[in-house]
């Protein structure tokens, strides 16, 4: 599973929260997946960040 990130994002940093091993805001303050594919121990709570996201800004494949 791939994770990615909109420009929709407004960066309330959720992704983060719920699944730091896949999200993090970066430097430029807009969240990323940092890591792809995604592991698969990650994959329930990258799932979970995608569905939490309020402006639904996390496309995952
Ligand atoms: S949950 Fe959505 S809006 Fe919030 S930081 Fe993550 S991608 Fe951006």
Do not use: H
Not at 24 to 34: G, K, L, P, Q, T
Not at 40 to 54: D, F, G, L, M, V
Request: aromatic share 6%; proline share 7%.
């Amino acid at each position: 599973m791939f994770a990615t990130v909109t420009s929709d994002c407004m960066k309330c940093g959720a992704c983060e929260t719920i699944c730091p091993q896949v999200f993090r805001i970066n430097s430029y303050e807009i969240a990323e997946a940092y890591i792809n594919p995604v592991p698969q121990a990650a994959e329930e709570s990258t799932k979970e960040a995608a569905k939490n996201c309020p402006v639904a800004a996390i496309i995952l494949e």
